[in-house]
Each structure stands twice: as C-alpha cells, then as structure tokens.
C-alpha cells in the first residue's frame, strides 16, 4: 500500500451543504474508495486497495462539515497542460473515526 500526501487540494462546499475535494488526478483507477476522518487536520482517502492519498493540512473551518457528511465528491484533475475537463469524478462514503489509525505527523516528516 503506497501513502501519498496530497498538499495541493481544495475543498469545495456547496449551497447545500454537499462537499467536493478537488485533488491532482491519477493513474489508477478508483475501486471502492473510502474517506476515513477524524476531525482532525489529516484525512485519508483511500482510492483502492493500493493508492492511499492523506489530505494534509484540512482548514479548521471546513473538518465538522467533512466529519459531518455521509459521502463526499471528489474530482480528480487532469493536470495534463490545456485540459480543461476532470479527469474523473466520483462519491466517496466518508467514515468517521475517533481516531485515524496511524501517526501523520511520523509518516508525514
């Protein structure tokens, strides 16, 4: 299993109160993606059984409305130069923790 900081993500939240993650797109594909969150400032998506991206660094204002939300969407960008659609979109069910599984500051350094 290979973890990948992703450090140049955006969270979107909806009228609605839906959240989006925009994340750089890649070459994997995703089969039956989790996000796992604590509330904290790391979340861990897990796009399949081998591609795992921490989202490092969550802005305080947006962690209740992820820890709150039963799935989010994430959109993964085509960073290919000139393109101007996604690469994909897909919903991600978000599971709460009390506490994430691992240490990421440890990991992250």
């Known amino acids: 299993m290979t973890f990948r900081p992703e450090n140049s993500y ?12 925009g994340i750089r797109g890649h070459e994997t594909v995703p089969s039956e993606p989790l ?5 904290g400032a790391h ?3 897990r796009r399949n059984r081998v ?4 989202l490092d660094h ?13 799935q989010v969407t994430i959109l993964e960008l085509d960073t290919t ?3 101007k659609l996604p ?19 440890a990991l992250l350094a």
Not at 10 to 21: A, E, N
Not at 35 to 39: A, E, I, Q, T
Not at 51 to 54: E, L, S, T, Y
Not at 58 to 69: F, G, N, S, T
């Open 10 to 21: 955006r969270i979107f939240r909806h009228t609605g109160g839906d959240i989006m993650i």
């Open 35 to 39: 996000l796992m969150y604590d509330g």
């Open 43 to 45: 979340g861990v998506l």
């Open 51 to 54: 591609d795992v991206v921490i």
């Open 58 to 70: 969550i802005h305080p204002d947006v962690r209740r409305h992820i820890k709150a939300a039963r």
């Open 81 to 83: 130069p000139g393109a």
């Open 87 to 105: 690469k994909r979109e897909y919903a991600v069910p978000v599971q709460t923790l009390d506490t994430l599984p691992f240490d990421f500051e």
